[in-house]
């Protein structure tokens, strides 16, 4: 693997998306939080630690579901016990806890949109 994201979804099923700046890649984009594997890591710590750094602390979690894209890319999905307040890194200009059923109204990364709608529950 050389990147790794996490899909945080609350008890009322919103899943918490940030938008990426425009100076990214793939600028105002919607996403999951994730990013690349340092060295030693395994793709879960990798997931875990970029969403920390991107969001700020997070509450306890509980991994559900996992995915990968050709051993590329893993998303693991985490049932959150609240929507909480994220601190963002300068990675992101906006945060947004969005009903799994909306992700359409957003312009996400393609990757994880699909990856979404074969992960949620």
Known sequence: MKAAGLALVSPDRRVLLVQRPLF???????D????HLEPGENPYQAAVR?????????PSITVVGVTSNRG????FLASCPTEFVPTLSSEHRAWA???LACLGRYAMHPHSRSFLRKLSP
Do not use: K
């Open 72 to 75: 590329i890319y893993a998303l």
């Open 24 to 30: 990214d890649t793939d600028p105002l984009r919607w």
């Open 50 to 58: 970029e969403a920390q750094e991107e969001l700020g602390a997070l």
């Open 97 to 99: 806890w969005v009903p």
């Open 32 to 35: 999951i939080p994730g990013g």
